[in-house]
């Protein structure tokens, strides 16, 4: 049986979200049906919902960064009991077969991912984000929450965690090394408390500086106002790594001479207009430019118990669903810290 949810949708792109009644596909054998408590509300929201990026499929519910109790199961669905928590990320399905799949990097699944929302299931129906009050996922796609953990602040965890997470794992960031998160927002916050969290020193590079102390509260050893063209000077060749979280269009070569020779710069913060970056600021000490996409099923997982582990959660407002406006506008000013987060009660 169909389930008709609630929820928050942008009709097209020139519309502002506004309530919605739409259908949930029917609980299949394998999948669980969550009744969502929480959902993040991450950058990607505004360039999706505004076809900042691509053409998007209308009508739009966003939402990326799910928590919720698991309210009913499939009839072959094992992983989950009724009532216990569960987080869905970005994505919600995937071929399950390809190299990426069979790799635990399901988020760039070659043959037929599915995005959590503005995408299309498997089925050819449109499938819908978190901003509504319950969500239909397939059981692997479905992530264990500890209880110990604040759910709110978990929310962004999903999407902004996992994505300041995994470039960190994948290039062994960790003690001894020196770590420069540029931009302190949703993503760069959870970069520091990574950063530190793995044992790296960890600077925070920002334009604003009246920034520094939320730096330092949030564990950062050191702050350089990026603007500041002797605080820069004074930090070439300082860092092994880069972890670049800014999603507004900026100028990368004064951070590409802060890299030690050898170094990674990584960008997570997917600005819509390309770099220019010279080769030679390349070619000079060896530098190394890497993106990083979300993560796949086990370290999203991975990423949840170390979390748990290490006691950490977002920093976040939360806010009324009816208030989504007045958070995109802040959002783009860098208002808010460092995420904010719907509690679906208001809908």
Not at 6 to 24: D, I, M, N, V
Not at 295 to 303: A, V
Request: hydrophobic share 40%; glycine share 10%; aromatic share 8%.
């Amino acid at each position: 049986m169909m389930t008709t949810a609630k929820g928050y949708a942008a009709q097209t792109a020139e519309s502002p979200l506004a309530p919605w009644q739409f259908e949930r596909r029917e609980v299949g054998a394998h999948d669980v049906q969550i009744e969502i408590l929480y959902c993040g509300v991450c950058h990607t929201d505004i360039h999706l919902t505004r076809n900042e990026w691509f053409e998007g499929i209308f009508p739009m519910v966003p939402g990326h960064e799910i928590v919720g109790r698991i309210s009913m199961l499939g009839a072959h669905a094992r992983k989950f009991s009724i009532g216990d928590l569960g987080g869905v990320g970005v994505m919600v399905d995937s071929c399950r077969k390809c190299p990426d799949c069979k790799n635990g990097q399901e988020q760039f699944c070659s043959v037929a991912p599915v995005q959590t929302y503005n995408n299309l299931g498997h089925d050819g129906q449109p499938v819908y984000g978190g901003y509504s009050n319950t969500i239909v996922v397939h059981e692997d796609f479905v992530h264990r929450i500890s209880e110990k953990l604040d759910l709110a602040g978990v929310a962004p965890l999903l999407c902004a965690g996992i994505t300041t997470y995994s470039p960190l794992k994948r290039w062994n960031v960790g003690k001894g090394h020196k770590l420069a998160v540029v931009g302190l927002g949703g993503l760069g916050h959870m970069g520091v408390k990574f950063g530190k969290a793995l044992g790296a020193e960890v600077t925070v590079l920002s334009t604003s500086p009246g920034k520094k102390e939320a730096a330092m509260q949030l564990g950062a050893d050191h702050f350089i106002i990026s603007r500041e063209e002797a605080q820069m000077k004074a930090a070439f060749k300082t860092f092994d790594f880069v972890l670049d979280t800014v999603s507004g269009n900026s100028d990368v070569n004064p951070y590409l001479a802060v890299l030690k020779s050898n170094g990674v710069y990584v960008n997570v913060g997917m600005p819509a207009k390309p770099w220019e970056v010279s080769s030679f600021s390349l070619a000079t000490g060896n530098k190394v430019i890497a993106g990083s996409g979300a993560g796949g099923l086990p370290e999203t997982q991975q990423m949840l118990d170390f979390c748990a582990e290490h006691d950490i959660v977002s920093d976040i407002e939360l806010i009324d669903i009816k208030d989504i406006h007045k958070a995109y506008d802040r959002m783009q000013k860098g208002d808010v810290r460092y995420r904010f987060v719907i509690d679906m009660k208001t809908l």
